[in-house]
């Protein structure tokens, strides 16, 4: 057991009820100096002051490798999928166009290599006793790229958009239920506070650049940004034509540390091979997200530089749970069962990811379980299901799904596993604006097939991978799961602020969705950016591309 020291330990007195007891997470031996960093930074305590209080403890960070410095003036290219639709802040959802938006929109608050939170738009928050209002205090001297001040105003204009139900705000995924248009209040010009529909232990993630759509606009923002991408980052826009590319320059006006490149320029590419011949060839600098399957010659190739970050990113394969073959719970257990994930990590990913055990709950995550018993592949005990469902021999049925990084890979090795049961898979693999639609339920191949395998980008913590896409009423609900007892168990696992409270609900949850098995989580997978060997300070975030730092060596 170890102790802060006294140095430290006076401030017990003037911490809270969640803080004190991260604090006795940490002396405990239960968490490591990671988690309490990024535990802590969540609640609102500053990483510095959490860093020496962990070192007082006796855990000191690692020594951090020595970078090479990029030198100002660059011009940095970068081969970009294409983004499936408008570019729109609100109701953005593919990963091209999210990826675009924070070249030059901000965040209140910026999730860092290690998950802490860093303050950005809001220099500081913090919460009431039951955590149900959280206070935010923003940055002094921050201006648009037109001109305009950043103000308390804009904050709440920005997120009671993102909150309202008639924008079709692809957003709602996070704030439903949590946060209500009309409940954001200004206190002063630099200080808002957010009052929740319910106590909720995490909300700063569901503020920051975890929830990929929440750049802060201008109170007057009319859904035109495609017009001047109006924002508060170190870029502003120079030149955007739609489906081939956006170029952006150093915003002079910026309130922080100016960026280094002069300019950025995004070149879209709807498939993979395009881009990987354009790095080889020298036209472009990186490649934003290299996945394994059809990326190997890059990952393997001394000339570039692969950067690598332990992630959460997943692909769910949803099977609805009200119609069709899946409405038995024992015939998606068997689906299941088919799986041979560690052949999928070292198949398909060589490596580069970790196998899931069916919910939302990745290793990387200091709430999950892992003592629950991981499922592996048992094809007789899936027939033994099957047969008890009155489907000893199988069915047919359409898997439809998207045409992005490795899915349509994985889609036909879902219907080799699937094939010894019986399960004759038919694959529907879609253009990525075909498979989302307008990503509501009666307009989206994605919410309305029998099955279907979505991407899931990066989060800091499992909270939106269990209320979107599980919750009964769901935004992303593509499985149709409608369990009384599971939504009751992730509404108190998000009233919950402490480590010990939330690894008690986390088991709860897994052993649900391993019995009820709605979704298919069968690995959670690495976040690959490749560049050229000069080029250097690129952040190993997963799913968020900065490039304020970066340049060549």
Not at 400 to 426: D, H, M, S, V, W
Request: proline content about 5%; overall charge neutral.
């Amino acid at each position: 057991m170890t102790r802060i020291s006294n140095r430290y330990s006076h401030l017990r007195g003037r911490l809270g009820a969640l803080e004190n007891d991260l604090v006795d997470e940490l002396e405990s031996g239960r968490i490591d100096r990671r988690v309490f960093l990024r535990h802590g930074s969540m609640l609102g305590l500053s990483v510095p002051l959490l860093g020496g209080m962990a070192a007082s403890a006796g855990l000191v960070a690692a020594p951090t490798p020595a970078r090479a410095q990029a030198k100002p003036g660059a011009t940095i290219r970068v081969a970009s999928v294409t983004p499936a639709g408008v570019i729109d802040p609100v109701s953005i959802a593919d990963q091209g166009g999210l990826t675009l938006l924070i070249q030059t929109g901000e965040f209140l608050c910026v999730t860092q290599p290690d998950l802490t939170l860093k303050p950005c738009l809001a220099t500081s928050w913090s919460h009431n006793e039951d955590s149900s209002v959280w206070t935010f205090k923003l940055r002094s001297g921050v201006k648009y790229h037109t001109g305009e001040t950043f103000k308390a105003e804009d904050v709440i204009a920005s997120i009671d958009r993102l909150c309202d139900p008639k924008n079709a705000s692809n957003a709602l995924s996070a704030f439903k239920g949590i946060l209500s248009k009309g409940n954001i209040k200004k206190v002063d010009d630099l200080t808002v506070e957010f009052h929740l529909d319910a106590p909720y232990g995490a909300f700063p993630y569901v503020v920051s650049s975890d929830n990929y759509n929440c750049v802060m606009l201008p109170v007057e923002y009319k859904g035109d940004y495609e017009k001047n991408w109006t924002g508060t980052g170190p870029f502003r826009l120079d030149k955007f034509t739609q489906k081939q590319g956006v170029s952006f320059v150093r915003f002079d006006g910026y309130w922080g540390e100016k960026a280094l490149p002069d300019r950025t320029e995004f070149v879209f590419y709807d498939d993979l091979a395009p881009r990987v011949l354009a790095l080889q060839g020298g036209q472009v600098d990186m490649i934003d997200q290299v996945p394994v399957a059809g990326g190997q010659a890059l990952l393997n190739d001394p000339q570039f530089t692969v950067i690598r970050e332990k992630s959460a990113a997943h692909e769910q394969v949803h099977m609805r749970c009200d119609t069709g073959p899946f409405t038995d719970k024992r015939v998606r257990r068997a689906m299941a069962l088919s799986i041979e994930r560690e052949k999928l990590v070292q198949g398909l990913f060589r490596g580069y990811a970790v196998t899931g055990n069916d919910s939302p709950f990745a290793p990387a995550f200091p709430s999950t379980d892992t003592s629950v018993p991981q499922r592996k592949q048992d094809i007789a005990q899936a027939k033994q299901l099957l047969e008890a469902a009155g489907v000893a021999k199988g069915f047919d049925v359409t898997l439809t799904t998207e045409r992005y990084i490795e899915i349509p890979q994985y889609a036909i090795l879902l219907q080799n596993f699937a094939r010894p049961l019986g399960i004759n898979i038919k694959l529907n693999v879609e253009a990525q604006d075909a498979y989302y639609g307008k990503a509501v339920f009666g307009q989206s191949d994605w919410l309305d097939s029998t099955m279907g395998i979505t991407d899931y980008g990066q989060r800091g913590v499992p909270n939106v991978y269990l209320r979107a896409p599980l919750l009964s009423d769901g935004t992303w609900n593509g499985a149709h799961f409608k369990n009384p007892q599971y939504d009751k168990l992730v509404g108190e696992f998000g009233k919950a602020g402490d480590l010990g409270g939330q690894r008690t609900l986390a088991r709860q949850i897994q052993e649900l969705l391993l019995d009820e098995t709605p979704i298919i989580f069968a690995y959670f997978y690495d976040y690959l950016v490749v560049t050229k060997k000069a080029l250097v300070g690129i952040p190993p975030i997963a799913n968020r591309l900065f490039l304020d730092r970066a340049g060549f060596a």
